[in-house]
């Protein structure tokens, strides 16, 4: 199993363009996560989804948008890239919310520079 | 979402035994303690969970009192491998233990 898969690992926007990074799991987890940490900081929450077809607002979602159409997929778009966007993206996925010790599997991060 | 508090960082040598503290004064009947570890350029990785009184697994140990407005994580006998940020998280069940990170505690461990 790959686990939590991010694609790209790294990509560099000029101010304004658009993108979407895209995070795949083969565990098949209800719950996702799309975080950003920037340096030295903590992860902070942008997006979540409980599962397929539902999308919810986290911490920081403004500037972002989120789409969940397969299940094992997590797509994080921006439409208009900011230099304050820059930073390390992670995705992480979780199994339900029920089931206690529900810890979640994150990707290795996208590293993503707006100029 | 409950706040932690946890200190920035700690220092500590090979084959120590470190502690590391969280203070959650406004933790929720269903909430959970949740620690996570990450290296530089990886993501968070769970170390281990609680709800009360201790749990162990083989890596570490969580100490939670009764009140459990605290949390202490426990790591025997730290290598320089465990050298990173230590996250401790509140949360419940809600959003699959949707929670705050927070900016976590350096741990540097010296040879």
């Known amino acids: 199993n790959a686990g939590v898969t991010q694609t790209p690992k790294f990509r560099v926007l000029k101010t304004g363009q658009s993108m979407t990074l895209l995070c795949a799991q083969d565990m098949n987890h209800e719950y996702m996560y799309w975080y950003r940490q920037d340096p030295g900081m903590g992860l902070r929450l942008i997006h979540y989804s409980v599962g397929e077809g539902t999308t919810a607002k986290g911490e920081v979602p403004d500037g972002y948008n989120v789409s969940r159409l397969k299940k094992q997929n997590f797509l994080l778009g921006l439409e208009s890239a900011a230099p304050s966007q820059t930073s390390v993206y992670f995705c992480?996925?979780?199994?339900?919310?029920?089931?206690?010790?529900?810890?979640?599997?994150f990707g290795p991060g996208t590293r993503l520079t707006v100029l | 979402l409950a706040k932690t508090t946890q200190p920035i960082s700690m220092d500590s040598y090979e084959g120590q035994e470190v502690n590391i503290t969280c203070s959650h004064n406004?933790?929720?009947?269903?909430?959970?303690i949740t620690w996570y570890q990450q290296f530089p350029s990886q993501g968070p990785r769970f170390i281990i969970q609680g709800y009360k009184t201790k749990v162990t697994n083989e890596v570490a140990s969580l100490f939670i009192p009764a009140d459990r407005k605290s949390s202490t994580l426990s790591l025997p006998r730290v290598s320089l491998s465990d050298t990173a940020v230590y996250y401790c998280?509140?949360?419940?069940?809600?959003?699959?233990?949707?929670?705050?990170f927070g900016a976590g505690t350096r741990l540097f461990v010296k040879a």
């Open positions: 998280l509140v949360g419940d069940r809600t959003g699959g233990f949707k929670t705050i």
């Open positions: 406004n933790i929720a009947t269903n909430d959970y």
């Open positions: 992480a996925s979780s199994y339900d919310g029920v089931t206690v010790h529900n810890e979640q599997f």
